[in-house]
């Protein structure tokens, strides 16, 4: 508080600097920015971000959709409700559950996909049946 009426009684400055390290990938991102001379910590713990090429391949990394979900689950999706069943990699799930049986190697993606599909997918299932496709 003290600090933002200092800045107000001073006029209200800003520092200005020339990019920012992305706390990401390490890179240096030329984009200047200014903040209020209040909000700052210092040139070091200012000039910290994300640079736009990880904001992009992070939201890629993480989306997880219906065409992405039924591309990995494929064929464990086999009942007409959308409940998934595999003996392959042993997995059981009606729709409806809270908890799917799984016994198997899975990969970060499958479990994701599963994940999707148990709080989203069955869902896209009863619709499509309810307009009778
Ligand atoms: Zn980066």
Redesign the pocket.
Known sequence: MLKFLKWLIEGRPHVTYEGYH??????W?DEEFSIPTYKSYGKWADTWG??????ESGKEENQMDEKRAKEILGDNINSPDGGLYSLKEYIHWNVGDKKAILDGHFTADELEATAWWMRKGSSLVKKENNRGI
């Open positions: 992305c706390g990401c990938c390490g890179g991102e994300l640079c736009s090429k990880c904001i």
